[in-house]
């Protein structure tokens, strides 16, 4: 009973952040995992981490959340709605850039993941190529339960 009252108030947590698991859609059909919810995981995955690190970056964290709720703007058919939300997002980028503040600049290649098939034909062994790159950015930064590549199907949204 314990554990179950842990994980309603993780999941209810996460959805405060604006973050939740990657899972799948309700719908008729089993829906795939594809691209979508694998910049989910990616940004979710660094999100976790910048929490136990300091100092603490909420502007980073909440722009994570952002990038991180990519799943939802293409249920709802509006990704160049996600990726201009993320571009307008008061990041500060040009100030981070020249910092060269790790962390800032993992947010930015899982951004870039997400736009890597934005406007064209999905080219899914190439996506599942950028999808390693940065996740292995991810695991040298020392973040950890980085989804694996397995776990998504990059022919699909």
Known sequence: MRDDARSARCQ???AAAGLTPASPPVS???RSMGISESVGGLASA???HLRGVTPRDPIL????AE???????RDMGALDQWEERVKRHPIDRETRKGMQEPFSNLAEEIFGLGCYNL????AAGQTKAEFERVRHLLLRAGVSNVP?????????W
């Open 12 to 14: 209810l947590s996460l």
């Open 28 to 30: 008729l059909g089993r």
């Open 46 to 48: 660094l999100a976790a």
């Open 61 to 64: 964290v909440v722009y994570l």
């Open 67 to 73: 990038i991180g709720a990519m799943p939802l703007w």
């Open 119 to 122: 406007y064209g034909h999905i």
């Open 148 to 156: 694996q590549s397995s776990d998504f199907d990059f022919a699909v």
